[in-house]
């Protein structure tokens, strides 16, 4: 009769020990989680930085690529014009038909440059979009990927299951005592 309390003290010892345990390896798995969804989160964010890189290159490309066809084209028009009034005989030959040629050929050039420009413009607002939907696109997956990390367990759960633990222990022991 005397090993009984030993018995309901061990018992008890082993439940307490087993849920520090099982709460230590949840605090461990929510820490391992925690570091994976950093790591995770921190290439998201890298490859969202190369994209970005990639796309401000594109606009540099597009940029130096436009000034070098507006210089074309300007020099287009002069050739043309050039060229036109060569075949008139000379430059101060004027005329209805003569100017209007050459206003013609300027029109045209001015028009190309126009649409040149309203290209631009649109290869730039395609990039500035592209710039939101990397940025966007990263936050989701960030956001979805933080959505999934595991909570710590709690200390006081922790605290509450001993202590019910022990109550039940000491429950269990007075009924072995009376009985």
Request: aromatic share 8%; glycine share 8%.
């Amino acid at each position: 009769m005397g090993a009984g309390p030993w018995l309901y003290a061990a018992q008890a010892a082993f439940s307490f020990a087993s849920e520090i345990n099982d709460y230590n390896d949840g605090v461990e798995a929510a820490y391992i989680d925690l570091a994976n969804k950093r790591r995770q989160a921190a290439l998201n964010n890298n490859l969202a930085y190369n994209a970005l890189l990639n796309t401000n290159e594109q606009e540099q490309l597009f940029q130096k690529k436009h000034s070098l066809d507006k210089y074309q084209l300007h020099k287009n028009i002069r050739r043309a014009i050039a060229s036109r009034m060569a075949l008139q005989g000379s430059v101060q030959k004027s005329g209805g038909s003569a100017d209007s040629v050459l206003r013609n050929i300027e029109q045209q050039g001015l028009w190309s440059l126009h649409r040149k420009d309203m290209n631009y413009e649109i290869a730039i607002r395609n990039l500035q979009i592209k710039r939101t939907n990397i940025a966007l696109e990263t936050e989701s997956k960030n956001n979805a990927l933080y959505n999934t990390l595991k909570g710590f367990p709690s200390a006081t759960g922790l605290a509450l299951s001993i202590g019910g633990s022990a109550l039940q222990t000491g429950i269990a022991y007075k009924e072995g005592r009376i009985t």
